[in-house]
């Protein structure tokens, strides 16, 4: 069997009673990390797992899939994945390539940051399709997203952006050389997120996030030390949420008054808010 | 403080190491019990947790949400909520309620099926809004979901339906002649919603969700009995997926070829799928 077991989102006890049962007791433990990342490092889960764990980046999991899954027909292996295993990637080729060996899969679902993002106060009923975020280069800066939320935002929908994280990227120059040396991993900010945003609506100028959009940061979801602030995308854009992992939320104007109330708690500046609430959003939509 | 933890899908065992560690030690252990549901009954949790639970209906953690957070500012007090505790329902006023008192609130995330239905192999990047189905009645066939499923075609999106559950319901003489006897639970299954959005074609006529719409209906995510079956609304309207809880989600044009590969598995009839695939999804957007 191929568990697939979520990790949740922040510590080493956010994984289910289920999923912790089954990983004392596999073969093998993998543990995807490239696409997210819990705020603990690999140590302390193999302490609390009292396992060792072996690290699968994308290069083991896109091409070595038949490594991880060795025995997966006789014995059991597990993949864990921050967050919910279907989270924002669904690692659709290692569950089709377990299908062809005839390895059954099971999953062990856990917290996603696309449910828990709800702790804004914002009703997930009212957003629409996810957006990812991906770091700007001078050469390339994609635009793609900004399409994804011009349709959310003519439907009135809330956008949850997903910013890019980098780990275990080699520098062009490394790679020409064929180099295994590694950059120190990158998490983007919301202020830069904001940023790429404004810069995008600068080149588009179609008006779907401009410096006066109302935007809700988040840092560190679930965590003790979780971090939210809601401003104007041009606030945001010079807002310090702290550590990773980053996430933003652009607010659409079919808003309910309570979820008004509950990110008018953490307004940057509440004056600043009010104003931009009743001249941007109230009774928009 | 006030806890708000999340339960996960399935049983007792989906809680979160963090979640259990809480309930064993807080003041009283409060269950809402009206928006969703465990496959397991209150009793099989009281033993896992070692400790009472106190079941909230609606009428408590509406009208009475004082008495849920009494003494709470000095003690603590777990809110257990099936899913994530921001999932489909916010529980707003209650936390709203709490910040009046100054009582702080902290929430421990968990699986929702917002995200678990991930496991269908459709890209939660694909979904447009969250959709709500009610039980029709003779008199009262609300048709607003139809006005959100369409907005998420235009798009080409998938839209996730959840399905509406009755618990702890009255039926109108009871309610009348005000005898607190309540009628057996209901869960809307995928054959039940299939046909009310089959219903509400015929009168609305746009289109958005015809006989030969494709679908996939689930039951039980997450469980080890989960069920899925991909086909035409008109096929789902006459499947019987066994025990609740039923979701469903309506597919949209923007598909991926390894989404189309995923649910292709789950077809109730492959030919079938695979007709009405190349001739109302292939490429359509």
């Given at each position: ?5 979520g ?9 289910t009673?289920k999923?912790?049962e089954?990983?004392?007791k596999?073969e093998?433990?993998y543990?995807?990390?490239y696409?997210?990342i ?8 193999e302490?609390?797992?009292g396992?060792?764990i072996?690290?699968?980046?994308r290069?083991?999991v896109?091409?070595a ?9 006789s ?7 921050v967050?919910?295993p279907?989270?924002a990637t ?7 390539r ?10 062990v ?5 696309l ?5 804004t ?8 399709q996810t ?29 949850l952006?997903?910013l890019?994280i ?7 120059a490394?790679?020409a050389?064929g180099?295994?040396?590694y ?16 810069e ?6 179609e008006?779907?996030c ?7 940061g ?5 965590a ?8 104007t995308?041009?606030?945001l ?17 079919r808003?309910?008054y309570l979820?008004?109330d ?24």
């Amino acid at each position: 069997m191929l568990y697939l077991i979520g990790l949740g989102l922040t510590d080493e006890t956010d994984v289910t009673v289920k999923g912790l049962e089954l990983i004392k007791k596999v073969e093998r433990v993998y543990l995807e990390a490239y696409t997210s990342i819990l705020l603990v490092d690999t140590a302390k889960l193999e302490a609390y797992y009292g396992r060792p764990i072996i690290v699968a980046d994308r290069e083991m999991v896109e091409s070595a899939s038949d490594d991880i899954l060795a025995g997966a027909d006789s014995s059991d292996v597990a993949f864990l994945v921050v967050g919910d295993p279907f989270g924002a990637t669904t690692h659709t080729d290692l569950i089709l390539r377990a299908r062809e060996l005839q390895i059954p899969v099971q999953c062990v679902h856990n917290a996603s940051i696309l449910s828990a993002i709800g702790a804004t106060g914002l009703q997930l009923y009212n957003f629409g399709q996810t957006v990812s975020m991906v770091f700007f280069t001078d050469t390339w800066k994609p635009s793609s997203f900004y399409d994804r939320l011009k349709e959310n935002q003519q439907i009135g929908l809330h956008s949850l952006l997903l910013l890019d994280i980098k780990v275990k990227e080699q520098s062009l120059a490394n790679l020409a050389r064929g180099r295994k040396i590694y950059e120190p991993p990158r998490f983007m900010t919301v202020a830069q997120c904001a940023s790429q945003m404004l810069e995008t609506e600068e080149e588009r100028g179609e008006g779907v996030c401009v410096p006066q959009s109302l935007a809700v940061g988040v840092a560190r979801v679930g965590a003790r030390d979780q971090k939210m602030a809601a401003g104007t995308l041009k606030q945001l854009s010079g807002m310090d949420l702290g550590a990773p992992l980053h996430s933003l939320v652009l607010l659409g104007k079919r808003t309910h008054y309570l979820e008004r109330d509950f990110i008018r708690e953490i307004a940057v500046e509440q004056d600043v808010f009010d104003t931009v609430w009743s001249e941007r959003y109230e009774g928009k939509q």
